[in-house]
């Protein structure tokens, strides 16, 4: 099992024929991929080739011949595609995912970083509206290693496990991914640090909750906002596996938007230490420290071995 993502998922990409979309395509291809198609109005009709490497876990390794569409519907008429990968430029993204839930695609995983607020908000609240689920924008995407992954998480740092991991950071998906892998990973989500994303932690905590192959959930926040607050809420009402928490941003200066656009602080709202201490309260461990994150996730799940 796995949240949102698994091996029967069928992976259009858009913006596939561009720089990052070539490379990020080849790499999702070796991770084992099922990429149906790519979309380019202006290159419909051709076929991109892929010398796609065998990755460690044994996957790829042969070239694949990937068709490119007109549009995401024809695309998803032609092959079934149920998720979009999008890599287009920041002014196009609004149209793309508008364009990728008119087509009926269940997933859009938008990794393009600096859409503007407005097109975040209108193209979220327009996916929702058409029932496709948005991840991101401005992330690496979602793996469940071993299976897919769509996006630009390295695939070959970490696999399968009982694991699930939820982050609004990219480095620190990566970053836990390692320290935890000789244990494994059912799927990890990068949402995507913007002050709107399509996918919450929330949203992610139910899903996990509910994935009878996640063990245990790691929840990677950081300074701003008030999500991280809300997910503690969640978790008191909704979440009965064991959760650990990491927070980054204790260091920041007050005041000051820090990397992701949605990490602004005033006063004590959206500090580290207010997230954590909300994050405690409920019973959630966290950690001072990616690697303290994850000592404290092997300790849990020695405990829960002892137990049986």
Do not use: W
Not at 61 to 86: F, L, M, N
Not at 262 to 269: D, E, K, L, N, T
């Amino acid at each position: 099992m796995a949240i949102h993502l698994t091996k029967e998922s069928k992976v259009l990409v858009q913006g596939m024929t561009g720089g990052e979309g070539m490379k990020h395509t080849r790499r999702m291809l070796a991770a084992g991929t099922n990429v149906v198609g790519g979309v380019n109005p202006r290159k419909a009709g051709r076929t991109v080739d892929f010398d796609v490497p065998r990755s460690p876990n044994g996957l790829g390794g042969a070239p694949t011949a990937v068709p490119v569409y007109g549009s995401v519907a024809e695309g998803r008429r032609a092959t079934g595609a149920d998720v979009t990968v999008v890599f287009v430029p920041p002014a196009f993204a609004k149209a793309a995912v508008v364009e990728a839930a008119d087509a009926g695609i269940g997933l859009a995983v938008v990794i393009t970083e600096g859409i503007p607020v407005h097109d975040s908000v209108a193209f979220t609240a327009y996916a929702r509206e058409k029932g496709t689920r948005v991840i991101g924008p401005n992330c690496p995407g979602l793996i469940t290693p071993g299976q897919s992954n769509a996006g630009i998480i390295p695939a070959d740092i970490t696999k399968p496990g009982r694991i699930g991991l939820v982050s609004k950071s990219g480095t620190l998906t990566y970053q836990l991914m390692y320290e935890l892998r000789d244990v494994g990973f059912s799927t990890c989500v990068g949402i995507g640090g913007d002050p709107v994303v399509g996918t919450t932690h929330i949203d992610c905590l139910a899903a996990f909750e509910d994935d009878p192959d996640t063990d245990l959930i790691v929840l990677i926040g950081e300074i701003g906002g008030d999500a991280e607050e809300r997910a503690a809420a969640y978790i008191r009402e909704h979440v009965t596996k064991p959760v650990v928490g990491y927070i980054a941003g204790f260091t920041a200066p007050e005041g000051k938007t820090m990397g992701h656009a949605g990490a602004i602080v005033s006063g004590s709202s959206g500090t580290a230490r207010a997230k954590k201490e909300a994050l405690e309260a409920v019973g959630v461990r966290v950690g001072s420290t990616p690697t303290e994150t994850a000592k404290l996730v092997l300790a849990l799940l020695e405990d829960r071995q002892r137990a049986v």
